[in-house]
């Protein structure tokens, strides 16, 4: 068969109808729900059906209204009150944007008569909101922040964010009406935060329209015309012509605002000709006043005269007091310069009477306002007295609660006692036991231990001083060649290490048994200077440079004790330094403490040996330089001695860069 031209053209006709119907709303998030209904039943199919017809709203309301209408029969058979008035709230959204308020008035009242059988805070809260917008478009704007401010609470109480966004949004846009700008912004931008936090770009966008209007209105026309761009773009990208007819229309306002009449004109044909695809006559009557004014402005009076015309007749049939009192106000002015002098007065008392009735409102809202803030607060008192009420009474009932379950409680926890209470003292007379031989193990062990240092310090320590006194006699008793020099050397140097290891185990044995210090005055720059001089020969040996830099103080310590500690940290300085080295002793007063500083140029210690610096019996990397001996007791001994005089050690260090010993200790 051969398609004629007109074929053709019928075919390109059906195929706009089909994909009609697809333009200005979210198609993907639409394909999503259908598919999804394909395998649905019951409730959740009447769920997906309303959600499915909340997506035409705008720009196919006959659609929403179809698709609610399924949802309700499958809720009604299925008894789904909270479906069913959440099918009627859209539903009165759709009669809204048919340009039918009084049916989506009655459809509001049975969502809201639905909602509230079944306690359903959500849909009540829409329901006021959905009302109090369309008693906006009526101008009046008492009952209109009576019913946003119920939804409001509603929302807030049922902490639904998404309805938070609406209820601001309907706010903001009645303190703009009464010039609150400010209220209007920090409801506006309250709305757009929320729709950012929940990631919904068409909330986000109407957001953005919302407060960009605001900027044009308030003077801050580059902060308008970027939100209104950024809301455009996003429009464009989801496709939705509803929306975008709506910023369009904004934008043409922005423009007229800052005179750039050929840019408004632009963005107003832009959004006339968007909404004369679609079916949603709500912002018709909006966008002919713009055109109106527009080509007024141009002085093309001919051209503006039927735009202000449609304008007055859809805001009249719609009864959108506000746009109609503008319109007027236009057409009184239009008729004026066209010499039309009778019509210019019609409308101009008109004007008069529509203004006078906005002016009533705005009276009947702060009185409205002021009534209702007063019924919340003493709502809020009535609730407050509720809630303590039943506090008091729970407080009662647990308390009662508690005196049923204590008796019981009280015995278990008797028993309990009584029986952990026995097998307590069994225990604790087993460890008793355990522990008196434990003692006794461990005073036999002590007294073997005193033995072994009884041992140590008269059956090793005589023998090895008797030969290291023959050992140094030696040389003056006889001629020894270099051989038995050598031999002789190294049992002097054998016998010196034995009696070195034995003194300080020796002393580790007395520390361990004395337990508190033989406090007395001691001199500081009297004792180290002493000590400097006693370390000079053993210095010179090794060609080391001692150096001294003493601040006096005198301090309630143990003499032996320091002394001892410094005789460990200067020897130690001198056996780990290599020849010509410098080793620097250092005292000062800091507060109320004296600190002693050995710093010399050794090899320094690693990470690993600061670990165990202090340890007994530990091997470090570092090693004397000229073949001294070393026990790994010496500074064990230091760090135990300064503890006990009530003061710390502290060690700093790097490889390669020497090492510095410093003691604190209290000056009284």
Same mark, same amino acid.
């Given at each position: 068969?051969?398609?004629?031209?007109?074929?053709?053209?019928?075919?390109?006709?059906?195929?706009?109808?089909?994909?009609?119907?697809?333009?200005?709303?979210?198609?993907?998030?639409?394909?999503?729900?259908?598919?999804?209904?394909?395998?649905?039943?019951?409730?959740?199919?009447?769920?997906?059906?309303?959600?499915?017809?909340?997506?035409?709203?705008?720009?196919?309301?006959?659609?929403?209204?179809?698709?609610?209408?399924?949802?309700?029969?499958?809720?009604?058979?299925?008894?789904?009150?909270?479906?069913?008035?959440?099918?009627?709230?859209?539903?009165?959204?759709?009669?809204? %944007?048919? #340009?039918?308020?009084?049916?989506?008035?009655?459809?509001?009242?049975?969502?809201?008569?639905?909602?509230?059988?079944?306690?359903?805070?959500?849909?009540?809260?829409?329901? %006021?909101?959905?009302?109090?917008?369309?008693?906006?478009?009526?101008?009046?704007?008492?009952?209109?922040?009576?019913?946003?401010?119920?939804?409001?609470?509603?929302?807030?109480?049922?902490?639904?964010?998404?309805?938070?966004?609406?209820?601001?949004?309907?706010?903001?846009?009645?303190?703009?009406?009464?010039?609150?700008?400010?209220?209007?912004?920090?409801?506006?931008?309250?709305?757009?935060?929320?729709?950012?936090?929940?990631?919904?770009?068409? #909330?986000?966008?109407?957001?953005?329209?919302?407060?960009? *209007?605001?900027?044009?209105?308030? #003077?801050?026309?580059?902060?308008?015309?970027?939100?209104?761009?950024?809301?455009?773009?996003?429009?464009?990208?989801?496709?939705?012509?509803?929306?975008?007819?709506?910023?369009?229309?904004?934008?043409?306002?922005?423009?007229?605002?800052?005179?750039?009449?050929?840019?408004?004109?632009?963005?107003?044909?832009?959004?006339?000709?968007?909404?004369?695809?679609?079916?949603?006559?709500?912002?018709?009557?909006?966008?002919?006043?713009?055109?109106?004014?527009?080509?007024?402005?141009?002085?093309?009076?001919?051209?503006?005269?039927?735009?202000?015309?449609?304008?007055?007749?859809?805001?009249?049939?719609?009864?959108?007091?506000?746009?109609?009192?503008?319109?007027?106000?236009?057409?009184?002015?239009?008729?004026?310069?066209?010499?039309?002098?009778?019509?210019?007065?019609?409308? &101009?008392?008109?004007?008069?009477?529509?203004?006078? *009735?906005?002016?009533?409102?705005?009276?009947?809202?702060?009185?409205?306002?002021?009534?209702?803030?007063?019924?919340?607060?003493?709502?809020?008192?009535?609730?407050?007295?509720?809630?303590?009420?039943? &506090?008091?009474?729970?407080?009662?009932?647990?308390?009662?609660?508690?005196?049923?379950?204590?008796?019981?409680?009280?015995?278990?926890?008797?028993?309990?006692?009584?029986?952990?209470?026995?097998?307590?003292?069994?225990?604790?007379?087993?460890?008793?036991?355990?522990?008196?031989?434990?003692?006794?193990?461990?005073?036999?062990?002590?007294?073997?231990?005193?033995?072994?240092?009884?041992?140590?310090?008269?059956?090793?320590?005589?023998?090895?001083?008797?030969?290291?006194?023959?050992?140094?006699?030696?040389?003056?008793?006889?001629?020894?060649?270099?051989?038995?020099?050598?031999?002789?050397?190294?049992?002097?140097?054998?016998?010196?290490?034995?009696?070195?290891?034995?003194?300080?185990?020796?002393?580790?044995?007395?520390?361990?048994?004395?337990?508190?210090?033989?406090?007395?005055?001691?001199?500081?720059?009297?004792?180290?200077?002493?000590?400097?001089? *006693?370390?000079?020969?053993?210095?010179?040996?090794?060609?080391?440079?001692?150096?001294?830099?003493?601040?006096?103080?005198?301090?309630?310590?143990?003499?032996?004790?320091?002394?001892?500690?410094?005789?460990?940290?200067?020897?130690?300085?001198?056996?780990?330094?290599?020849?010509?080295?410098?080793?620097?002793?250092?005292?000062?007063?800091?507060?109320?403490?004296?600190?002693?500083?050995?710093?010399?140029?050794?090899?320094?210690?690693?990470?690993?040996?600061?670990?165990?610096?202090?340890?007994?019996?530990?091997?470090?990397?570092?090693?004397?330089?000229?073949?001294?001996?070393?026990?790994?007791?010496?500074? *064990?001994?230091?760090?135990?001695?300064?503890?006990?005089?009530?003061?710390?050690?502290?060690?700093?260090?790097?490889?390669?860069?020497?090492?510095?010993?410093?003691?604190?200790?209290?000056?009284?």
């Amino acid at each position: 068969m051969k398609i004629t031209f007109p074929h053709r053209i019928l075919l390109v006709g059906l195929l706009i109808a089909m994909i009609q119907p697809l333009l200005a709303q979210n198609t993907v998030r639409i394909f999503e729900l259908k598919k999804k209904l394909k395998t649905s039943k019951g409730v959740e199919k009447s769920v997906l059906l309303n959600q499915i017809g909340f997506e035409f709203r705008t720009s196919h309301p006959d659609s929403t209204l179809h698709y609610c209408r399924l949802a309700l029969k499958i809720s009604r058979v299925e008894k789904a009150y909270v479906p069913m008035a959440e099918s009627y709230n859209f539903m009165g959204l759709a009669d809204l %944007y048919k #340009g039918a308020p009084k049916e989506a008035l009655k459809k509001y009242d049975s969502a809201f008569q639905l909602a509230e059988s079944v306690s359903d805070t959500v849909q009540m809260a829409h329901a %006021y909101n959905n009302t109090g917008r369309l008693f906006f478009e009526w101008a009046d704007l008492a009952k209109a922040y009576e019913n946003f401010s119920k939804a409001r609470l509603y929302f807030e109480s049922a902490q639904d964010t998404a309805g938070m966004a609406y209820a601001y949004r309907s706010l903001s846009d009645l303190f703009k009406s009464q010039h609150d700008y400010e209220n209007a912004l920090a409801m506006a931008r309250k709305a757009l935060a929320l729709r950012q936090a929940a990631r919904e770009p068409y #909330g986000i966008i109407t957001a953005k329209n919302q407060i960009g *209007s605001l900027y044009e209105i308030t #003077g801050d026309f580059t902060q308008a015309e970027s939100l209104l761009r950024e809301a455009e773009e996003m429009a464009s990208n989801l496709e939705d012509e509803a929306l975008l007819a709506e910023i369009k229309l904004a934008l043409g306002q922005l423009y007229l605002h800052t005179g750039s009449l050929t840019k408004a004109l632009s963005e107003g044909f832009r959004a006339e000709n968007i909404l004369k695809r679609l079916s949603s006559t709500r912002l018709v009557g909006k966008s002919n006043l713009l055109l109106g004014e527009i080509l007024l402005k141009q002085k093309q009076l001919k051209e503006a005269l039927p735009f202000l015309l449609a304008a007055e007749n859809d805001s009249r049939k719609y009864k959108q007091l506000e746009l109609q009192t503008e319109a007027t106000f236009y057409l009184a002015q239009l008729y004026g310069l066209q010499g039309a002098n009778a019509k210019a007065l019609v409308y &101009q008392n008109q004007y008069k009477q529509l203004n006078d *009735s906005l002016k009533n409102s705005e009276l009947a809202l702060q009185a409205e306002k002021f009534n209702f803030q007063l019924e919340i607060e003493r709502n809020q008192q009535e609730n407050e007295l509720l809630k303590a009420i039943e &506090q008091k009474n729970q407080a009662t009932i647990r308390f009662q609660r508690y005196l049923n379950l204590g008796a019981l409680l009280i015995l278990i926890i008797v028993g309990t006692f009584s029986y952990f209470l026995w097998r307590s003292a069994k225990a604790r007379k087993l460890i008793n036991q355990k522990l008196k031989v434990q003692n006794h193990k461990l005073r036999e062990l002590n007294e073997e231990k005193d033995s072994l240092m009884g041992v140590v310090a008269h059956d090793l320590k005589t023998p090895l001083t008797n030969i290291k006194s023959i050992s140094d006699l030696l040389p003056a008793v006889a001629t020894l060649s270099k051989k038995q020099e050598d031999f002789v050397g190294l049992i002097q140097k054998s016998t010196a290490a034995g009696l070195t290891l034995i003194d300080e185990l020796l002393e580790i044995h007395t520390l361990e048994n004395t337990l508190s210090p033989n406090v007395s005055t001691v001199s500081l720059s009297t004792m180290l200077q002493k000590k400097v001089e *006693s370390f000079q020969s053993a210095a010179d040996l090794k060609s080391i440079r001692l150096i001294s830099e003493i601040q006096n103080a005198e301090l309630n310590t143990d003499a032996d004790w320091l002394g001892r500690s410094l005789d460990n940290l200067i020897s130690n300085a001198i056996k780990f330094s290599p020849r010509q080295a410098t080793v620097t002793l250092r005292s000062g007063i800091t507060d109320d403490e004296a600190w002693i500083s050995i710093k010399d140029e050794g090899p320094g210690f690693t990470e690993e040996d600061k670990g165990k610096v202090f340890q007994k019996f530990k091997k470090l990397s570092a090693r004397p330089t000229a073949g001294e001996s070393s026990n790994g007791l010496g500074l *064990s001994i230091v760090k135990t001695l300064v503890e006990r005089m009530k003061g710390n050690i502290v060690l700093l260090s790097d490889p390669g860069k020497g090492s510095e010993f410093i003691i604190r200790l209290p000056l009284k």
